[in-house]
């Protein structure tokens, strides 16, 4: 039996089930939309990797001491591919992308992360999201961008591709956390913790070639630092490949839509910054569109439910 077989996905959860992981869920994304805050405010500068590297390796490390336990044999190739989707290059990429392009448009490719769920589904034949989920998935992509994206807006090219390659190796992740079942006897917090410590180790030897700021470890930075590996790190990766392992991958990738929203509230509320009326509409749109979106997704998920 390969170490990288498919098996058909599981039966949906229990209606008040899927309620509540969606809702738990939904802590991850809210918690990354500190992440712009807590780097401008409280970090040491152009240490991007070094940020990322602390949140995965800190959180697995951490998480592995809560739950320990290696994978089974069988999943250990599955981990080391899950880990490098899901953080050892994401991580990387959204970086590159982050410093490269302007955050705005930034955030509009990461929108478009339940799109290509779709486009990748119907592609190998498996269980599709509802057409309606998909259409308001775009509306709420369609918000992203209004909220964000301005006429100074400018498109670096290497930027673009780094930004479109991560949110598919994101989009990736989910979909083969959502198809690949654990084992009897392996904790879900394990199999987290292990991705977490497999990105750590993908992204390390990156860090020396990325990030070039003088590392300052004042009472701001500590705490910058312990925030994001352990409630945007353990806590926030916890929750939300729990979410992956067994809700409807578009209704997890339209959770990420609260990431954006997060950061730009934020934004106006630490740092001033203000919204004007498109960008209010842009706001209302992505939050309409991903929370009809995740309804969508529980009704259809209540109907396979009674068709098992």
Known sequence: MSGL????????????????????????????????VVTTEMLPPDRPLT????????????????????????????????????????FPLLFISAYRLPGGLAAVVGSLQPLIIAALTATLG?????????????????????????????VDAWGLTAAIAGTASMAVGILLSS?????????????????????????????????????VL?????????????????????????GARQLPPA?????????????????WVVLGQSLDPLQCLGFALALGGAASGQLVGLRAARRDRGAH
């Open 218 to 242: 004042d009472g701001a930075a500590v705490l910058g630092y312990l925030w994001l590996a352990l409630v945007g790190g353990a806590i926030g990766y916890g929750v939300w490949l729990h």
């Open 51 to 90: 940020a990322g590297f602390l949140r995965a390796a800190v959180a697995g490390l951490l998480l592995l001491a809560i739950a320990p336990g290696v994978p089974p044999v069988g999943w250990r190739l599955r981990t080391v591919v899950l880990g490098v989707l899901n953080i050892g290059a994401f």
């Open 5 to 36: 077989e498919v098996r058909p996905a599981p039966s949906p959860p229990a209606q008040a089930s899927l309620v509540g992981l969606t809702l738990l869920a939904a802590i991850a994304p809210l918690v990354w939309g500190t992440t712009y």
């Open 251 to 267: 209704s997890t990738a339209l959770l990420g839509m609260l990431s954006p929203l997060m950061a730009a509230v934020l934004g």
């Open 179 to 215: 198809r690949w079942r654990l084992p009897a006897g392996y904790r879900p917090l394990t199999c987290t913790a292990w991705q977490l410590v497999v990105g750590g180790v993908v992204i390390a030897p990156l860090v020396p070639f990325t990030d070039s700021g003088a590392l």
């Open 126 to 154: 498996w269980r599709q999201p509802p057409r309606r989920q998909v259409a308001l998935a775009v509306v709420a992509a369609a918000g992203v961008a209004l909220m964000t994206v301005t006429s100074r807006t400018t």
